[in-house]
Nanobody
């Protein structure tokens, strides 16, 4: 059973930065494209960034130029560096494969104050 554990969230002022981490158990990590998703209260979960097994990245327009996704296959971990945070980035952030193959973790809450 694959488990996903997100960490690194917190409360930050607008303009600040956070770095999220997601550790995935199991040896399947390096074969998958991984993504960071977020869900704000009352809204659907959305994919904000993803990275392929070869390291190609893609971002939602709302975060492009501010967020950077990366991965460390040796550590089965995917990261999301978030800079220039805005109040509208406030959400619970999750990782999963593109398509959401595995059971969702608890996520990590990011709150950006204005």
């Amino acid at each position: 059973q694959v488990q996903l554990v997100e960490s690194g969230g917190g409360l930050v002022q607008a303009g600040g930065s956070l770095r999220l981490s997601c550790a995935a158990s199991g040896s399947i990590f390096r074969f998958n494209a991984w993504g960071w998703y977020r869900q704000a209260p009352g809204k659907q979960r959305e994919l904000v960034a993803h990275i392929t097994g070869g390291g190609r990245t893609s971002y939602a327009d709302s975060v492009k130029g501010r967020f950077t996704i990366s991965r460390d296959n040796a550590k089965n971990t995917v990261y999301l560096q978030m800079n220039s945070l805005k109040p509208e980035d406030t959400a619970n952030y999750y990782c999963n494969t593109v398509g959401g193959t595995y059971p969702w973790g608890q996520g990590t809450q990011v709150t950006v104050s204005s």
